[in-house]
């Protein structure tokens, strides 16, 4: 109603934009938005002509569906530690999900509405766990395995830079470069691939950890102690170091694996509250710099002269009087105990 050519209408669609019409030509093809991101918007209408006004609220709830799943986790890990995982989503705003985990021996899921959660492994070998998310009708999940042992050897591992040229940095191709990287290792050192574990890791330059295992078979036999994966840590470096481990990405493009620095694993602690060396020297400069002060005031006492008894003849005194008469009077007097002053 009212004169349709002068009516002003304004819409705001709760994301922080809006826009007016001045007439309803403009219109006939409907008002069209386009969120970018989900949530639940206010969007609110004014319409304003010469026979009044008008306006109307909508509640507007914006989903996007889901797309990938990728499950963030460690690669090794030692045993009674805890592990963190979380379920990176894209895109990264989705709505209200729900979050099925699975891991180690459970026979139920763990239903949680956030996705990051933390557990421990309290039995070496190898564990896989699944998250399971669910975003309206659909259900998408994602799968790694983990490997839990009391004590491993972490190597991190560089690469020409011609790698970098074919790193497309996603998880697909980090999987494969994994595996070749792992079978070139094996070829060039003859240590079984049970003992290695090579992941890749996101982003360039393009870097990997190399994992030394003490892999057990069922039988409980090729075990690797402290000692030999120690043995094996060096054996690796050294074919490392004189560039014996390589691969080829495709004809003609060859790559070599460098080493880059090792770590053993479970790291020290190096938190102050267990640094007994640093404790250790700092007890150390407390006691020095007592008995140094201790050893001062000794001497300074031993080093005080005597006041006068009252028994001292006049004479003495006269003799005295006439000696101090002719001293050079000390440049800043010293307090005794007593309060009377000395000449030191």
């Known amino acids: 109603l009212g004169d349709v050519q002068r009516t002003l209408i304004q819409v705001d669609f709760g994301d922080g934009i809006a826009v007016s019409y001045v007439n309803l030509s403009s219109m006939e093809d409907g008002i069209k938005h386009v969120y970018q991101n989900v949530g639940i918007f206010r969007v609110t209408v004014q319409v304003d002509n010469s026979l009044g006004s008008d306006s109307a609220v909508l509640y507007l709830h914006v989903t996007c569906p889901l797309e990938h799943v990728h499950l963030s986790l460690p690669f090794v890990t030692t045993k ?3 592990v963190n ?9 989705v709505g209200t999900l729900t979050y099925v985990w699975w891991y180690g021996n459970n026979t139920e899921p763990l239903i949680t509405l956030e996705g990051s959660i933390s557990f421990k492994f309290t039995s070496e070998g190898m564990n896989t766990i699944t998250v399971q998310v669910s975003a309206g009708n659909a259900i998408l999940q994602d799968t790694k395995t983990i490997a839990v042992y009391e004590e491993f050897r972490s190597l991190r591992l560089s690469f020409s830079p011609n790698l970098d040229d074919y790193n497309p940095d996603i998880p697909e191709w980090r999987r494969d470069i994994s595996r070749v990287i792992k079978k070139s290792l094996v070829e060039a050192t003859g240590i079984p691939g049970q003992h290695i574990l090579v ?4 982003g360039l330059p393009t870097a990997a950890e190399l994992f030394v295992l003490p892999y057990q078979d069922p039988a409980g036999e090729s075990r690797r102690s402290p000692e030999e994966l120690e043995q ?6 050294h074919k490392l170091n004189q560039n014996s481990v390589h691969f080829e990405l495709k004809p003609g493009v060859q790559v070599l694996v460098h080493a880059a620095h090792l770590t053993a694993a479970p790291l020290v602690d190096l938190t102050p509250a267990h640094s007994g060396s640093a404790m250790l ?9 007592l008995a140094v002060f201790v050893i001062y005031k000794f001497k300074r006492r031993v080093a005080l002269p005597s006041p006068p008894s009252p028994s001292t003849q006049p004479g003495d005194s006269s003799l005295r009087l006439q000696r101090a008469r002719h001293a050079t009077p000390p440049s800043t007097p010293k307090r005794g ?3 009377a002053q000395f000449a030191i």
């Open 80 to 82: 009674n530690k805890e």
């Open 85 to 93: 995982a979380t379920a990176v989503l894209w895109p990264s705003q």
């Open 199 to 202: 992941a890749v890791l996101p």
């Open 232 to 237: 094996v840590s060096e054996l690796l470096i």
């Open 281 to 289: 020297m700092l007890l150390s400069v407390v006691f020095v710099g």
């Open 337 to 339: 105990s007593a309060g």
